[in-house]
């Protein structure tokens, strides 16, 4: 009887012991930033997923966890990586759509006589969005893990981060492209001197010989007509993109609460 009271004593002891060594284990990963700390920044939004995901077993396992351990310092790192992550995806969002669904139909019509085809407009339509889709789904991914005070902590500042970026850029694009618009109306001999000096690049997409009158008078009949819907179809995309996560995870919070209300309910009445 002594031995398995002993027993049971280092059972419980092993228990604790293991959760403890649990808290230990994430304090020292996730410590902030000072002399002799473990702590090291995520390098990529994986990085920063890696640890989303371990900060949502560790609250799994444990609820005496305080949303504190994810420090301030970590929350400005997370922010950094959506915002860098969110820089990449604007920049090929707003580089692709105007030229594949603005510059480039026009310019196939206005110097090569040929419109686009279905399977053209599908392609540029797809190839336009695709960037910022595919990294909005991996942003939705995250509402998985969206429970913890540690975890909603992280989750947040990863996409306040990458939205900062998009509603930033999506502002900036629109009141440029409405500028180079009103510029290019205002003053055409400044358009002529820009064409003039870029003549060259519009060589590559075609084989016959363009002047800097043909491709002054392709810009007014086509670009500028574009510039200002192109600007709003940029400007409402940013911010759709930029809000759509939050409606998941917000979603998914909701999903859970009732979640939590509907088996405390059952546990009541049974």
Request: cysteine-free.
């Given at each position: 009887m002594?031995?398995?009271?002993?027993?049971?004593?280092?059972?419980?002891?092993y228990?604790?012991?293991?959760f403890?060594?649990?808290?230990?284990?994430?304090?020292?990963n996730?410590?902030?930033?000072?002399?002799?700390?473990a702590?090291?920044?995520?390098k990529?939004?994986?990085?920063?997923?890696?640890?989303?995901?371990?900060?949502?077993v560790?609250?799994s396992?444990?609820?005496?966890l305080p949303?504190?351990?994810?420090?301030?310092?970590?929350?400005?790192?997370?922010?950094?990586?959506?915002f860098k992550?969110?820089?990449?995806?604007?920049?090929?969002?707003?580089?692709?759509l105007?030229f594949?669904?603005?510059i480039?139909?026009?310019?196939?019509?206005?110097?090569l006589?040929?419109?686009?085809?279905?399977q053209?407009?599908m392609?540029?339509?797809v190839?336009?969005y695709?960037?910022?889709?595919?990294?909005?789904i991996f942003?939705v991914?995250?509402?998985?893990?969206?429970?913890?005070?540690?975890t909603?902590?992280?989750?947040?500042?990863?996409?306040n981060?990458?939205?900062?970026?998009?509603?930033?850029k999506?502002?900036?694009?629109?009141?440029?492209?409405?500028?180079?618009?009103?510029?290019?109306?205002?003053?055409?001999?400044?358009?002529?001197?820009?064409?003039?000096?870029?003549?060259?690049i519009?060589?590559?997409?075609?084989?016959h010989?363009?002047?800097a009158?043909?491709?002054?008078?392709?810009?007014?009949r086509?670009v500028?007509?574009?510039l200002?819907d192109t600007?709003?179809?940029?400007?409402?995309?940013?911010?759709?993109?930029?809000?759509f996560?939050?409606?998941?995870?917000?979603?998914?919070?909701?999903?859970n609460?009732?979640?939590?209300y509907?088996?405390e309910?059952?546990?009541?009445?049974y």
């Open positions: 002594p031995s398995s009271g002993t027993g049971g004593t280092g059972g419980s002891n228990g604790g012991g293991r403890a060594h649990q808290n230990v284990d994430f304090k020292a996730n410590a902030g930033g000072g002399s002799g700390s702590y090291k920044a995520p990529n939004i994986i990085n920063a997923l890696s640890e989303i995901q371990r900060y949502y560790l609250e396992r444990s609820d005496d949303k504190e351990y994810f420090t301030l310092e970590q929350i400005f790192d997370f922010f950094k990586i959506g992550s969110g820089i990449l995806e604007g920049l090929l969002f707003i580089t692709l105007p594949l669904q603005t480039y139909p026009g310019f196939k019509f206005y110097f006589g040929d419109a686009l085809n279905n053209e407009e392609l540029f339509t190839s336009s695709a960037p910022i889709v595919i990294s909005t942003m991914y995250l509402s998985k893990y969206y429970e913890g005070g540690l909603k902590r992280a989750i947040f500042a990863l996409i981060g990458r939205s900062s970026t998009f509603i930033i999506g502002v900036g694009i629109y009141y440029l492209l409405h500028y180079i618009q009103e510029l290019s109306l205002k003053d055409p001999n400044v358009v002529y001197s820009w064409i003039d000096f870029s003549q060259w519009f060589s590559f997409f075609t084989t010989e363009l002047t009158e043909m491709i002054y008078n392709y810009y007014y086509f500028i007509p574009a200002g600007a709003n179809e940029i400007f409402f995309s940013m911010l759709i993109f930029a809000f996560p939050y409606l998941t995870v917000f979603y998914k919070g909701y999903v609460t009732r979640e939590k509907r088996m309910e059952e546990y009541e009445n």
